[in-house]
């Protein structure tokens, strides 16, 4: 069974900075590719980021530039550090991680960002 912890969500100032964690359980982790995923109010969950397994990285044009994800194996965890934040980026984010037929999905992190 694999479970997935998001951290690092909160309230930051437009321009500002965050750093999400995804921590996961299981030992398919290291073999999976891991997703970032969001959702605005309102809004459908729509795909920030990915990290092959081998590193190799995607972005959503909206956040190319100012998003990176990254992956540690050795702690079974994949990050998102996100730059020059806008009032847009505010939203639940959500880590996925796809094996197979299966989507294993974390509970989710807020995000707003507001002056």
């Known amino acids: 069974q694999v479970q997935l912890v998001e951290s690092g969500g909160g309230l930051v100032q437009p321009g500002g900075s965050l750093r999400l964690s995804c921590a996961a359980s299981?030992?398919?982790?290291?073999?999976?590719?891991m997703e970032w995923y969001r959702q605005a109010p309102g809004k459908q969950r729509e795909l920030v980021a990915t990290?092959?397994?081998?590193?190799?990285?995607n972005y959503a044009d909206s956040v190319k530039g100012r998003f990176t994800i990254s992956r540690d194996n050795g702690k079974n965890t994949v990050y998102l550090q996100m730059n020059s934040l806008n009032p847009e980026d505010t939203a639940v984010y959500y880590c996925n991680l796809p094996f197979g037929p299966r989507d294993y999905w974390g509970q989710g992190t807020q995000v707003t960002v507001s002056s």
């Open positions: 299981g030992s398919i982790f290291r073999i999976s590719p």
């Open positions: 990290i092959t397994s081998g590193g190799t990285t």
